[in-house]
């Protein structure tokens, strides 16, 4: 990416910042519990450093400053550092502005115990993962989702390649992982005046009113079921020395 591409991306990301957050706070799964229950077994004492790469608005910094003695959330984007900030005031973290490229390549060596990224657009190459690899000593985590199925509105939405980003990142590995699932099945009311409205302008007019008769035959509402899996990627990279987290 070069400089004036990372600078829209930043630049739509501060403007994206709010409301993101206020997406991600009404959301229907309990990943955010989950992942922090799951790495609170898996991180028995506290380790010296934990890197929250493309950490935003700290959705993750409740349940992962506790496992570290020093918690250092990175973001490139002012407005999610901003957010970050006053969201928790009282945190110890190390908030730092600074986007993933820059903050990989000033680190000489492998100098965090622990990295932890949930689904960071940034890491798109095989040179990305390695570099994350290179600067961590233990291990490292990646959450992506990898499944995502509605019932109302699957049959109609193409293919998302970022669901098929995990399996690249496996492919690249040459060093040990794990992987954890977590799944949730949720149900959401849509109108059929909200169907119509989203497909408007997307489906041709037959095709749209063939899915209306189908989901909605009598009633103005139908249940969207919707099947959400993420995948938590677990790296150790002390299984060829021995060591534990």
């Known amino acids: 990416m070069n400089r004036d591409e990372l600078n ?69 984007s002012k407005e999610m550092i901003r957010l970050a900030q006053t969201s928790f005031p009282m945190s110890q973290a190390d908030f730092q502005l600074m986007d993933q ?15 932890f990224s949930a689904m960071n657009p940034a890491i798109r190459t095989k040179n990305d993962l390695n570099e994350i690899l290179r600067i961590t000593k233990k291990r490292v985590y990646l959450l992506r989702l990898v499944q995502e199925e509605e019932s109302l509105f699957s049959p109609f939405e193409e293919e998302n390649d970022e669901l098929k980003l995990m399996a690249r990142y496996k492919n ?28 408007s302008d997307q489906l041709a007019p037959v095709v749209l009113e063939q899915a209306l008769q189908q989901f909605f ?28 987290v």
């Open 8 to 76: 829209e991306e930043q630049d739509f990301w501060d403007e994206f910042a709010g409301e993101y957050t206020a997406i991600q706070s009404e959301s229907q799964v309990n990943i955010v519990g989950d992942i922090s229950a799951y790495l609170a077994g898996e991180i028995s004492s506290p380790v010296d450093t934990l890197v929250d790469l493309a950490g935003g608005s700290g959705k993750y910094l409740l349940g992962l400053e506790s496992l570290t003695k020093k918690y250092i959330l990175v973001d490139f």
């Open 217 to 244: 035959p009598v009633q103005d509402t139908a249940i969207n079921h919707k099947l959400l899996t993420f995948e938590l990627l677990s790296i150790d990279l002390e299984d060829c020395k021995g060591g534990q």
């Open 101 to 115: 490229a820059s903050f990989l390549s000033r680190t000489s060596n492998q100098s965090y115990d622990v990295l």
């Open 172 to 199: 690249w590995l040459d060093t040990p992982y794990q992987s954890h699932y977590f799944t949730y099945r949720v149900e959401e009311v849509i109108t059929k005046d909200f169907f119509y409205d989203y497909y």
